[in-house]
């Protein structure tokens, strides 16, 4: 677990859109901090930095007290989780969960224990052997979200990781969210234009427009003085 600092961060894309504006922000360890801002205001871009999927073009960024701003996303100790989940096609719901680590020469026992331990803790047991497309969204979505959990990352981040699903399911997901992080602990930042998401979600919510932070409280503050 980690704590993540952003201090002055700024983006800029080539052909000048300042994408994130001297963003200020810092997520303790083991929060959860949602990003949240209507579509264009910078939250992909800010957490894209983070994960080192994109360059920073001002400010510093530290994770668990070390700089990071030239490490590459392999050097980050963190796991990202996309709308689009990204599994592969040809593989069951086991290869999927365990490929990461055999890829990191990760000892088979421990693979094995930790694909086992996050297919219980997501749910997936009855699909181990299933490929995706025999999934509904919803246990995709988990698949991908268990990719993240075996890793056993500094951080979790996530980049709507709901908007494809329908909205009972969003419901449910955003319950298993919760539990998860209850249970795990790890430091997360989670991206959404969608604001009872932020607010049910979020240790604390950043709301950014323009690339820039107009306010971070807890959903409960922000409810109350918005
Ligand atoms: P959000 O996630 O809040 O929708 P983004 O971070 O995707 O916002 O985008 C912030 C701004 O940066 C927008 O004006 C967007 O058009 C611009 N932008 C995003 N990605 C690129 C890119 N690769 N090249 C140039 N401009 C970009
Ligand atoms: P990690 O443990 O780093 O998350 P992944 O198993 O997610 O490893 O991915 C390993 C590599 O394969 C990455 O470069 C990733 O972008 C790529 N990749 C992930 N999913 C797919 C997919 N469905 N099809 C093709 N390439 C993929």
Known sequence: MAEIVLEGVDKIYTGGVKAVDGLNLEIADGEFMVLVGPSGCGKSTALRMIAGL???SGGTLSIGGRVVNDLPPKSRD????FQNYAL???????QNLAFGLKLRKT???EIERRV???AAMLGLEPYLKRKPAALSGGQRQRVAMGRAIVREP??????????NLDAKLRVQMRASLNQLHDRLGVTTIYVTHDQIEAMTLGDRVAVLKDGQLQQVDTPKNLFDHP
């Not at 963190?78 to 989780?81: G, L, Q, R, S, T």
């Not at 592969?88 to 086991?94: G, K, L, N, R, S």
């Not at 500094?154 to 908007?163: C, R, V």
């Open 154 to 163: 500094q951080a979790f981040l996530m980049d709507e990781p709901l908007s």
């Open 88 to 94: 592969y096609p040809h593989m069951t719901v086991e």
């Open 54 to 56: 994109e360059e920073i």
């Open 116 to 118: 086992k331990e996050a």
């Open 107 to 109: 000892p088979k026992p």
């Open 78 to 81: 963190i796991a990202m989780v």
